[in-house]
């Protein structure tokens, strides 16, 4: 574990208990105002201190999490979960559960966008088809 005198950005801190997949990740979400300490957007530069209390915002979900101890480096879950108390609100809890069964399949909805490769080859054959047909005429 680090000392209270040593200083750890923000961004190094989140991206290691695993908030973010990655530090630019982390960074671009202290600047695009999706990371709070107590509702004021920081600096992925800011130095985090024990007892600090962060709201984040990711894509996923939502957390509010009060830092227990400092992690410079990034280690597996379990370990790192010990790092940070989650102090998340039920109902926010309870939304992310919810949203989570509507999740994107990444598929195309049907007859929107490109062709698959299946139906190209069906318009290909049905256009060579009516090429022969007005060759024949």
């Not at 957007?41 to 999490?65: F, L, P, Q, T």
């Not at 809890?93 to 698959?116: V, W």
Request: net charge positive; hydrophobic share 35%; aromatic share 8%.
């Amino acid at each position: 574990m680090v000392q209270n005198t040593e200083k750890l950005r923000l961004d190094k801190y989140l991206w290691a208990i695993r908030i973010f997949k990655t530090r630019s990740q982390a960074s671009a979400a202290c600047e695009a105002g999706k990371v709070k300490l107590n509702g004021i957007s920081v600096k992925a530069s800011r130095a985090v201190a024990i007892g600090d209390k962060y709201d984040i915002r990711n894509e996923a979900r939502k957390w509010k999490i009060e830092v227990l101890s400092l992690l410079p480096n990034r280690v597996q879950y379990a370990e790192a979960i010990k790092h940070y108390l989650d102090i998340t609100p039920e109902e926010d809890k309870l939304a992310m559960q919810s949203t989570a069964f509507s999740f994107d399949t990444g598929k195309r909805p049907s007859k929107i966008g490109r062709p698959t490769k299946k139906e190209r080859r069906s318009l290909d054959d049905f256009m060579d088809d009516k090429d022969e047909e007005e060759a024949g005429q």
